[in-house]
């Protein structure tokens, strides 16, 4: 049995999850890794952004507070994943509340689906009832995921160049 754990991202990240998020491409499916191919440095100032962020400091115009978590595996880590506290209408056409990723060697073990039900979770617990993602049509793994987790899809749109599916899944009776 795996020991799993989940927790927010901190100011001073090791050497593992910074390389967790240099193996994680830098746009790949939907999940934009700003990280990716940051110095050591650089990483830092990131992960420092990030912690704001989920504070509501230091938010650029039109950006709404997000928290980014990490999920480990025995103590290594395996995905991230990035929950925005609520939708303002850019939000709404496409991002959505909650992005995710794992890292490419450490794909098909489950671990979507851990990390989906993890941020659910953290989602209830700052009052949402409902969330909603958008995952590319053709990103098959990552749509099954999320309908496993109740997702529903609302629907399809053409948008830069992809058709987004445009889920909700009802967190009230979690």
């Given amino acids: 049995m795996t020991n799993i754990k989940f927790r927010p991202i901190k100011l001073d990240e090791d050497n593992e999850v910074y390389q967790m ?3 994680i491409p830098a746009g790949e499916n939907g999940f934009y890794n700003t990280a990716c191919g940051l110095s050591k440095k650089e990483f830092k100032a990131f992960c420092q952004r990030r912690v704001d962020s989920s504070q509501g400091i230091n938010l650029k ?27 303002n209408e850019k939000l709404i056409k496409i991002g959505g509340h909650i992005g995710y990723s794992i890292r490419p060697t450490r794909r098909g073990e489950n671990f979507g689906n851990i990390i989906l039900q993890k941020v659910l979770e953290q989602a209830k617990l700052k009052g949402l009832d409902k969330v909603m993602l958008t995952i590319k049509e053709d990103n098959t ?18 948008i830069h160049n992809n058709n987004e599916c445009f889920y909700w899944i009802d967190i009230s009776q979690i």
């Fill in 21 to 23: 998020f240099q193996e």
């Fill in 61 to 87: 115009a039109g950006y709404v507070p997000d928290t980014y978590y990490l999920l480990f595996a025995d103590d290594y880590p395996v995905g991230v994943a990035k929950l925005r506290h609520y939708l």
């Fill in 141 to 158: 793994p990552s749509r099954k995921t999320c309908e496993h987790n109740g997702g529903k899809l609302e629907k399809i749109e053409f």
